[in-house]
């Protein structure tokens, strides 16, 4: 089945250290690849999305992605974790369903932010 | 920026009872989704339409029905609410082609069946 995995239910950092984010995907041919953010009491907002080219794609708030075709990996990452980025992130990808691309999410990576 | 709403924000209903969850975009999309999200499970597609008047099943659709009566009102319907339905519900909207790979999402309506 085509599929995103995020192996990590839950990820503590401290503020101002390093975050990945690992999302495995299982998909027959090339992906198109999505992260998304749930911020506390909101709805889930689109973050960066990849589309086959250059492996490492920008989004917002300074989190980047990479894309590993031999690793079937698209994980997230940022250089400097703030207190704001405390959230739950999803992993998607595109699914062709009959004539109708929809997108399938994993189960989210809980992530808190410590002082 | 794009809205979307949902009503109630939360709801409280005993098993056998039933609920009407609204959803409204003012984006001038064309399609429009319901999600439930649960624990361990992600967010999963009950139903989905790309019109006013059109429906589609998603993948989890078993025990709700769904109605587009306009291009900005998107309804899910529990006619026999059952405590496995207990769920924060996402709905959700988007435009076509790759502009459906953004969806706008509105806040969430958290429902408990008794």
């Known amino acids: 089945a085509q599929s995103v995995t995020q192996p990590d239910a839950r990820v503590t950092v401290s503020e101002g250290a390093s975050l990945q984010l690992r999302c495995k995907y299982s998909y027959f041919g090339t992906p198109y690849l999505f992260w998304y953010v749930q911020y506390p009491r909101q709805g889930l907002q689109l973050l960066l999305k990849?589309?086959?080219?250059?492996?490492v794609v920008q989004g917002v708030n300074g989190f980047e992605a990479e894309f590993s075709k031999s690793n079937s990996s698209f994980h997230l990452r940022k250089a400097s974790v703030h207190w704001s980025d405390w959230a739950v992130y999803f992993c998607?990808?595109?699914?062709?369903?009959?004539?109708?691309?929809?997108?399938?999410f994993g189960a989210g990576t809980r992530l808190a932010v410590c002082p | 920026e794009a809205a979307v709403t949902q009503s109630p924000r939360n709801k409280v209903t005993v098993t056998g009872g039933n609920v009407t969850l609204s959803c409204r975009q003012t984006n001038s999309h064309n399609y429009m989704y319901w999600y439930r999200q649960d624990t361990g499970h992600g967010l999963r597609l009950i139903h989905y339409?790309?019109?006013?008047?059109?429906?589609q099943i998603g993948d989890v659709p078993d025990g709700y029905k769904a109605t587009r009566t306009t291009q900005e009102d998107f309804f899910l319907l529990l006619e026999l609410a059952s405590p496995s339905q207990t769920s924060l519900y996402f709905c959700?909207?988007?435009?076509?082609?790759?502009?459906?790979?953004?969806?706008?999402f509105g806040p969430g309506t958290r429902l408990l069946v008794l």
């Open positions: 959700a909207s988007s435009g076509t082609g790759e502009g459906g790979d953004t969806q706008y």
């Open positions: 998607a990808v595109r699914v062709l369903s009959g004539s109708f691309n929809k997108l399938t």
């Open positions: 339409s790309y019109g006013a008047g059109n429906l």
């Open positions: 990849y589309y086959p080219g250059d492996p």
